[in-house]
């Protein structure tokens, strides 16, 4: 009797250790439950939005809207200019706004410049050059070209720049003399213009279906070169 004592005590003695250890482990719990404090602590500043941050422009001026998009035109045209920059820049960042600005020119300028009846009128013009764009571009795409189609609209009209500056150099300053320069100022736009483009679509084509892609290209730098050299 004194064995079946001994192990009752033993079993009391074993349930109030056990029931301490759950007691200790629920007071553990409840004290663990205090620590999001902490880290509510630690996340209070992330979960306040400034509203004044950098990238909030509703509240920017007008003049910094535009100097800051005429400067970002300018670095694209800089591109064109020196093809071997930052070619990615021009296809991950892309615009329409120099390629609009270089379609008007040319065509105020060639109609200007025409005099005459059979001068190029303003709609003929911006219509060569807009949609002679957008039929290369869907060449391009058609041809299985890795770019979008805006990206390569923005690409071909931006390498406009080279023949448009050929376009204001005969018409301003070379205006009446010798056709040789003018042809000469004229070809150099040409083939810059098409050296630039390709650099920055070559990239993006299959190698073998380059030359389907250089030929329009070609052909569309020429026919605005050729009007350029007409009317100039």
Not at 23 to 45: D, E, Q, V, Y
Request: charged content about 15%; some cysteine; aromatic content about 12%.
């Amino acid at each position: 009797m004194n064995s079946f004592g001994n192990a009752s005590v033993d079993i009391d003695m074993l349930e109030r250790e056990m029931a301490a250890e759950q007691t200790a482990n629920l007071s553990g719990n409840i004290a663990g439950m205090s620590a999001p404090k902490s880290s509510s602590n630690r996340r209070g500043p992330m979960q306040e939005v400034d509203l004044d941050a950098e990238f909030d422009t509703l509240e920017e001026p007008v003049w910094d809207t535009v100097k800051r998009d005429v400067m970002t035109v300018g670095a694209k045209f800089s591109h064109v200019i020196l093809p071997h920059g930052d070619k990615q820049q021009l296809l991950r960042d892309w615009d329409l706004w120099g390629p609009l600005f270089i379609c008007v020119g040319l065509a105020l300028l060639l109609q200007h410049n025409g005099g005459t009846e059979s001068a190029p009128q303003f709609t003929q013009v911006f219509t060569i050059t807009f949609f002679g764009s957008v039929i290369v571009t869907a060449n391009i795409k058609l041809l299985g070209g890795n770019i979008s189609f805006f990206q390569s609209l923005c690409v071909i009209g931006y390498c406009l720049l080279p023949p448009f500056a050929a376009a204001v150099l005969c018409s301003l300053f070379l205006h009446g003399i010798a056709f040789p320069l003018r042809l000469l100022i004229t070809s150099i736009g040409f083939v810059w213009s098409t050296y630039a483009a390709m650099g920055f679509l070559a990239g993006c084509q299959p190698d073998k279906k380059r030359l389907l892609v250089i030929y329009p290209v070609f052909l569309f730098y020429f026919i605005v070169s050729w009007m350029i050299i007409s009317h100039s």
